[in-house]
């Protein structure tokens, strides 16, 4: 009877093991590199359309400021991933937890709550954010450059 106790102690032990071994190895989506549309819809800006030329080096969870941000946590959640990220600027600390699904080879959609403290002026202290990748093809639109 000891004996199966601790056999099912050690497989319990090694499940854990794996599956914290399994949470670390965890990494960023990366995109495709090439041409992607972008449609971003938000409250504050309606929806907007961009062209990106995305590169190899592609970081999908930093922000264009990114300065003064934390590395990012990673966490899965079933075939979606969270990602959460806090940034420092001179207007304070913004913070965003964003949602991503996809392949990240013809598309992705992401939702992303952004908070800010001290909130800016005349603005909501959070902001939501919907996300819309599509992928164009390998060349990158005139006169762009990898992101």
Not at 108 to 117: G, R, T
Request: with cysteine; glycine share 8%; hydrophobic share 40%.
């Amino acid at each position: 009877m000891r004996t199966r106790s601790f056999m099912a102690a050690l497989a319990a032990a090694a499940t854990l093991a794996c599956a914290a071994a399994h949470a670390a190895e965890v990494e960023l989506p990366k995109r495709k590199p090439g041409h992607w549309e972008i449609v971003t819809v938000s409250q504050a800006t309606g929806m907007t359309t961009t062209q990106a030329c995305i590169g190899p080096n592609d970081s999908i969870a930093a922000p264009a400021a990114g300065k003064g941000c934390s590395e990012p946590k990673i966490t899965p959640a079933g075939s979606e991933i969270i990602i959460d990220i806090a940034c420092t600027t001179d207007a304070g600390k913004q913070t965003m937890s964003t949602v991503f699904g996809g392949d990240f080879s013809t598309r992705y959609h992401a939702v992303m709550k952004m908070s800010f403290d001290p909130p800016p002026a005349n603005a909501a202290p959070t902001l939501g954010v919907t996300i819309d990748g599509k992928y164009i093809g390998p060349d990158c639109p005139p006169g762009s450059k990898p992101d």
